[in-house]
Every structure is written in C-alpha cells, then in structure tokens.
C-alpha cells in the first residue's frame, strides 16, 4: 500500500504492522488491519504537556484583584462575576468611596468634555442627565448608581493603598502587598490574576519648584481641591492649561480679585472632541425636560444616543499626522480660536502649538480664551523660577504675590504604574518611564506586557482615544479578560 506521510507527522517508532486491505465497492483500497496503535500520533517536539482526563464544564475557582475602583474598577466589578463562573474578585482602593477621578476632583467648574450620554456604561444608561456636559458631581453620582445596583461595594476594599505587586514563579500567582491607609497596618495576599485600573489621574503632585515649602498661601492641587476654599476676592495663581489647568482657571476667575495664570505650553482649543458634539459653552446646557421625557421609550433613546455616539466612532482619520481631517481639524480649531480672542488677537500667536491637534489629548475650553482676555486675569507664559512666602517669581525676575495658588500640573505621562509591578527582572513603575528598559509603555493593545504573565491593565496606556469612547472600550478590555479567565479555569491552566 502507497505510504502517505505528512510533514510534522511522523509514525511512532518500532510500530509497523503488517497491514491487509481490501477493495470497497467503489475499488478504493481500504486497510482493514489497523489499530488503536496504528493511528497513535506523537508529538514531534520536545514537551512535558500531557493531557488530562478532567469534565469540560469543571470550573477552578479564580482569585482575582483589582487595583482602583473608578469607572474602570466598577465596571470590572459588575461584568467579571457576570462573565466568569466561580471567580473570587477583590477590588482595592485607597479612597473611601468608589469614583476615581470623580470623587477627587472637586474643584470649581469642573465636568465632562465628553457628552454625558456618551460618557455612561452600554449596560446600565441613564436615559435622565440634567445637561449635555455633565458636571463632576453628577457624573460621580451616577458610577456610584452602577455600583449600587449591582453590588460592586461588597467586593471593594476601601481605605486600602496598593504598595506593589510582585509575580511568584513557584505558584504562579501574584502577591499583593497593601497598607491599611487609616492605621498604616501593612498586609500581603495572593491572587492567580491581576487586574490594574488605576487610571491616568489618581497619583498627581504638586510641581517641584524651589521655595515651594516656604509659600505661607493656600496651596492645593485641582485634584485635591478644598471644597471649604472661598476664592472671592483672592489674588489666585493657577499653574497649568491642560483640561483641569483651563477649567478652574475659566470658572474661578468669575469670584477672584485677580488671576494669574501660568500656561508655559500652547495647546489646541477646540469646541468639542467631535465634529458632531455639540460646543461647549461656559454656562450649562441643561437637557430640556420634554426631550427626557421622551426618552424613556426605549426606542427613542436608543436612537439619540446612536446618534450621539456616532461621530466618536468615525473620528479615527484625525489621528493621522497630515490626514484630510487633521489638516480640517487644525483650521477648524484656528478659526474658533481667533473668533473667541477678538478682544485681543495677539493671543493666537501666543497658544497655537507647532503640532498637530490630535498628537496631544484636545481641551475643549468653553470660556477659556475669553477668560485671558478679562481685565482681571494676567497670561504668563515664562517659566516660574521659584516660589516665594508670598507669590511666586519668574525667570525674568518679576515677582507676583498671591493669597492662593492652585496647581492642575504633575500628571502621569509616563503611564508607569505608581508602584512596582514586578516579575523577573522586569518592574513596570521603572521600566516603562522614559529613561527605563522599555522607555515606553510596551504593551498589546494597551492590555498586556510580554514578560509578566497573569496580568492585564484595563484602559491601559493608548487602550481608548481615537475611535469610540472610554466607557466601551473599558468594558470591551474587560471582556478580553473574562475569555481569558474562563479558558484559565476550565482548562487548568496557571
């Protein structure tokens, strides 16, 4: 009988038995002498696999933590139990309620630049937003409503700071060390898999300029503001004109004797994030009462939020450099500029930046262009020296003394996890910092880092932004995660 081998396929060594055929009815010649040791295959590379008798539906309980219980936090503590039978989730957060950046940031004028109807989870919409841009503190109450209804807070572990994580190969498993942030008291757990959604906002900092500790005024983060802070008729200088800098900057100049604002970069200001958004204002644009009557026909709301999501899925092109829409983007973006500094037009050329306006995250900042313009708020531009007991010098020599100073600086841009991940040799918190082996967020998809095994980073570094919006592509990651966890349990797999 002809021999058929295939490549990779190769008889199993000391196993040729004879053979006898016989002629089927349509004349092909059929060996009727084999045996199960005939069709026995052999793998033709080294391997300790073996496979295992063990039911299909068997399920292995997984313990599983999540660092952070913001947006992204919450919404793993809703769709993982959902998606993964038998799973033992954990979910640490230093803060003492759920919300991230929400719950922190409670400075004035601060909202969403982000539609409210876009910025909310597909599985649980509140069809009843006051205004278009939601403010802070309705956006937080309504996280807090997810959480709630389904019952994220009995698997959060508040007060709890995460002081590093670290992978053990011998049982492959991640030991989480952790600090009870009310008593100091230090603990340590393991988990199979593990899970970071700390976003990009939770570990700000006050800038690091000389003569700081020596300010006598009040001095305060956007990210920790004190809501117990009256800024009427206060000499205020804020630091910073990225999305929080331009806010308080815009709203607290209404009640400050005077503003001093401190924007060393140029950035793009743009109306909305999307062509078919509708422009900010720096006043609220409530929601009429009837139109959210209206929606609470299912079909009328499903409508108006596929029509409001629409354009943040067909935006991709502006993310291009030389792109049709970003070249549009970038007259589009001048245009507006120069109409809201009529009152001083020297202004264009002291904010348009020399690069493209999707290379950095866009700031729409309803008001904030007309906000430098006001009598009562001063534009530098040059560099700050050092602070003083009472203000604060530029390079230039010119001191300027402030009962205030509020800083929007000291963001996370590295996208380095504020504390050591560690398996091998490799740390994220070090590594993936300019100057680290990596030198850059090194990652799939945003998701995982090739190296540290059992461990996925929702809305990780460039994991949402271009196309779409953060609350799906959040629940998009978790999804990726839940396949993982599923084949992990039901196939033994460490």
């Keep these: 009988m002809a021999s058929l081998e295939l490549e990779g396929f190769l008889p199993v060594e000391g196993v040729a038995p004879e053979a006898s055929t016989s002629s089927s009815s349509s004349g092909d010649t059929i060996d009727t002498n084999t045996s199960a040791d005939d069709n026995e295959w052999v793998y033709p590379h080294a391997t300790d696999f073996k496979l295992t008798e063990a039911p299909i539906d068997e399920i292995r309980k997984l313990c599983v933590a999540v660092i952070g219980a913001g947006l992204t936090g919450i919404t793993a503590g809703v769709l993982l139990p959902a998606k993964v039978p038998g799973i033992d989730l954990h979910i640490f957060e230093k803060n003492s309620d759920v919300g991230g950046t929400w719950l922190e940031n409670r400075y004035p004028g601060v909202r969403c630049d982000i539609p409210a109807h876009v910025y909310q989870s597909t599985f649980s919409p509140n069809t009843q937003w006051s205004e278009e841009y939601a403010q802070g503190a309705e956006i937080l109450e309504y996280w807090k409503s997810v959480a709630k209804k389904h019952d994220v807070y009995s698997k959060v572990r508040f007060g709890t700071k995460v002081l590093g ?25 393991h988990f199979d898999f593990l899970l970071t959604a700390v976003g990009h906002f939770n570990e700000w ?21 004190d809501p117990a802070f009256d800024p009427k008729g206060k000499r205020i200088a804020t630091i910073g004109n990225g999305a929080s800098g331009i806010q308080v900057t815009t709203e607290i100049r209404k009640f400050a004797a005077h503003v001093d604002h401190y924007a060393r970069s140029r950035t793009w200001v743009a109306g909305s994030f999307q062509p078919g958004a509708t422009d900010r204002k720096d006043t609220p644009i409530p929601i009429p009462q009837d139109q959210r009557e209206s929606f609470e026909d299912p079909a009328v709301y499903l409508e108006y939020r596929k029509k409001k999501e629409g354009s943040f899925w067909r935006a991709f092109g502006a993310q291009l450099a030389d792109s049709e829409s970003s070249k549009s983007a970038r007259e589009n973006f001048i245009e507006l500029m120069r109409k809201r500094s009529v009152a001083d037009p020297s202004l264009i050329d002291k904010l348009i930046p020399d690069f493209p306006p999707h290379c950095r995250r866009l700031t729409p900042g309803p008001g904030y262009i007309e906000a430098l313009t006001q009598p009562n708020l001063t534009f530098i531009q040059t560099p700050i020296r050092e602070f003083t007991a009472e203000g604060i010098i530029t390079v230039d020599g010119v001191h300027r003394p402030v009962d205030a100073v509020i800083a929007s600086t000291g963001a996370n841009t590295h996208f380095a996890p504020p504390f050591p991940i560690v398996a091998g040799e490799i740390n994220l918190a070090r590594d993936w910092k300019h100057d680290g082996a990596f030198g850059f967020p090194y990652t799939y998809l945003g998701l995982a880092t090739p190296g540290l095994p059992n461990l996925a980073f929702l809305l990780g570094p460039n994991a949402a932004g271009p196309s779409g919006t953060v609350p799906h592509a959040v629940e998009v ?17 460490r």
């Excluded at 500790?213 to 956007?222: E, T």
């Excluded at 990651?477 to 797999?493: C, E, N």
């Design 205 to 225: 900092k006050l800038p690091d300029y000389p003569g700081i500790d020596r300010y006598k005024g009040a001095l305060m983060h956007s990210s920790g503001f």
């Design 165 to 189: 994580a670290y992978w053990q190969t011998d049982t492959a498993q991640w030991k989480l060390e952790t600090k009870n942030v009310a008593n100091g008291k230090s603990s340590v757990q």
């Design 477 to 493: 990651s978790i999804t990726y995660v839940a396949k993982i966890l599923r084949k992990m349990s039901t196939q033994g797999i």
